[in-house]
C-alpha cells in the first residue's frame, strides 16, 4: 500500500465524536471524523487500499487520530452489500478482495 497521506485537522476541544465516515473507492479511500453536530474534525485520503489489512489499518490509523470516543464507523463502497448484514455480496474490479466480508466489524464504540 501506498503511505501517500493527506490529512486534514481542525483543532476544536474534546468534543465527543459521533463517528468516522470511510469511502472506499477504485482510486482512493477516504475518511472523515466528525462530532455529534456533523461538523468536519479531520479529513483523510490514501490510494485505494487493495487487500482486507490494508482496509483495516487505514481504519486503525484513523481511529487513533481521534481525540476522543469514536462511536460508531461508517463504510461505504461500490457493488452489492446486504444493507441488514453489511456482507458484501458482489464487489467487481480491483475491490474484489472484500467480497464475503462484513463492513460492520469493528463498528462499536471506542
Do not use: N, W, Y
Request: charged residues 25%; glycine residues 12%; positive net charge.
Amino acid at each position: 500500500m501506498h503511505k501517500h497521506h493527506e490529512r486534514q485537522s481542525r483543532g476544536r476541544g474534546s468534543r465527543r465524536f459521533s463517528g468516522d465516515r470511510i469511502d472506499i473507492g477504485g482510486t482512493a479511500i477516504k475518511a472523515a471524523i466528525v462530532d455529534v453536530r456533523g461538523d468536519l474534525l479531520e479529513s483523510s485520503r490514501e490510494p485505494s487500499p487493495r487487500s482486507l489489512s490494508a482496509v483495516h489499518d487505514f481504519a486503525h490509523s484513523l481511529l487513533k487520530r481521534a481525540k476522543g470516543p469514536v462511536c460508531g464507523i461508517g463504510i461505504g463502497c461500490k457493488g452489492v452489500v446486504d444493507a441488514t448484514s453489511s456482507l458484501v455480496k458482489s464487489l467487481p474490479g480491483d475491490l474484489h478482495f472484500l467480497e464475503g466480508q462484513l463492513l460492520s466489524e469493528g463498528d462499536q464504540c471506542r
